[in-house]
């Protein structure tokens, strides 16, 4: 549970820098920030794994590019969930999945994963 709590806050923090620096990613409120940041959590566990399966010739194909637009989806499948996050177009989406997997990149590289140490 505290790992994904962890997650929720790199993942509102990569949300919110996008809101920031990517044109078309707003939002409404900080408490809508916390709840895209969970529900984009639970979509990620769910919905991303089956599309990267069913989208896994076109990654192979565009070299593992087209993975930019099934996190794009998800970022976009989480706003339409969420009143309060509003993702203007395609572009924006990668843009935010851009932005959110580079701070969620370096937040993992800063913070070790415990069950990654404990295997080694």
Not at 10 to 29: H, Q, R
Request: glycine share 10%; hydrophobic share 60%; aromatic share 10%.
């Amino acid at each position: 549970m505290l790992r994904f709590i962890l997650q929720a806050l790199v993942t509102a923090l990569g949300l919110w820098l996008s809101a920031y620096l990517v044109p078309g990613v707003e939002f409404l409120s900080t408490g809508s920030l916390i709840a895209a940041a969970v529900l984009l959590g639970l979509v990620n566990a769910i919905v991303r794994p089956i599309l990267t399966f069913i989208t896994f010739p076109l990654t192979v194909v565009t070299f593992g590019l087209f993975l930019l637009v099934v996190n794009a989806a998800t970022i976009g499948l989480t706003a339409m969930f969420l009143g309060g996050f509003v993702v203007g177009d395609l572009w924006a989406g990668i843009g935010a999945a851009v932005v959110t997997g580079l701070v969620s990149w370096m937040v993992g590289w800063i913070v070790p994963d415990e069950r990654r140490v404990e295997r080694e």
